[in-house]
């Protein structure tokens, strides 16, 4: 993995950290992320007039993947709500990360790529760091927990988001290969929009939009920046490196989450958040050394 796709990857990571941190600080996260991208897809449209580059027009091909990523990803986002509304923080984290494990089977098999085994062992080292940074301690039970309550229903809903997420990881490949990562970014932001405000037509949500915007509007403004960070930032690394590569290098977050954690917020590290942290470190050094 070269210097500008670590440093892509890495910014990324930050940004999503600092939207996640914008997420959990709001009153209904569904909504409340429906705002953000609504915030995100304004700041693109404000871009698209300053643009040297006109856009180029998107084959069907293109749009067909970016649909399909948009399906995945907002479907990624409320598997990832179930699981940690219904359920225990860390059986269901550790067990939402296990797109780490499909991304590289699908990229050797659709994408054709290869990884070398420096890369091997740093996806492993952190994978197995965001599996353990949510466990609440360094046991052989707390390690087989998560796998023991296969039948727990948020359990289910944390491994359908992994598996559904490495789906949408191929598919955003495939788009920032064949079209430029700018606006094929554009193009995801905009059908991710259409389906999550299809979504959110049920008569469940009914009155929450705007009590969400009236109780967090100045959140909500202030995330459309960071989100949009976090996307271009991705997709541009995404463009220059291996899909199995950019996928683990942006566990990094849980380094920025820990930092965070510990210099603003004066959160203890605790034993299992250092390993796991030390792990994904390890991990990014060996991708970028052998990648």
């Not at 069907?60 to 948009?70: C, D, E, H, K, T």
């Not at 420096?118 to 760091?129: D, Q, T, Y």
């Not at 606006?183 to 969400?212: D, I, K, S």
């Amino acid at each position: 993995m070269g210097s500008l796709a670590l440093g892509f990857i890495v910014f990324s990571s930050l940004m999503h950290v600092l939207w996640n941190v914008q997420v959990k600080q709001s009153h209904d996260k569904t909504v409340f992320i429906w705002w953000m991208f609504i915030a995100s897809s304004f700041l693109l449209n404000l871009l698209l007039p300053w643009l040297t580059v006109p856009f180029p027009r998107p084959t069907l091909a293109v749009l067909m993947l970016a649909l399909a990523a948009a399906i995945c990803f907002v479907l990624y986002h409320l598997f990832n709500g179930r699981a940690y509304r219904d359920g225990d923080l860390s059986l269901s984290y550790p067990l939402s990360q296990t797109s780490m494990i499909y991304v590289p089977i699908w990229g050797a098999l659709v994408l054709h790529e290869t990884i070398t085994v420096s890369g091997v062992l740093g996806i492993l080292c952190i994978a197995a760091g965001a599996y353990t940074v949510q466990l609440p301690r360094l046991s052989w039970s707390a390690l087989l927990r998560p796998v023991r309550n296969l039948g727990n229903s948020s359990v289910q809903a944390a491994l359908a988001a992994g598996f559904i997420y490495s789906i949408g990881s191929i598919l955003d490949k495939k788009g920032v290969s064949d079209y430029s990562p700018f606006y094929f970014t554009y193009l995801l932001v905009m059908m991710m929009v259409v389906v999550m405000t299809l979504n959110l037509c049920r008569r469940r949500y009914r009155g929450r939009v705007m009590r969400e915007w009236r109780c967090n509007q100045r959140l909500i403004l202030c995330s459309g920046p960071i989100m949009l960070g976090s996307f271009l930032s991705f997709r541009y690394g995404l463009s220059l490196a291996p899909v199995s590569y950019a996928v683990a290098v942006r566990q990094v977050n849980v380094l920025f989450g820990v930092l965070i954690g510990v210099v603003f917020l004066k959160e203890a590290c605790g034993q299992v958040r250092s390993v796991a942290a030390l792990m994904i470190l390890i991990g990014v050094v060996l991708i970028r050394m052998g990648g």
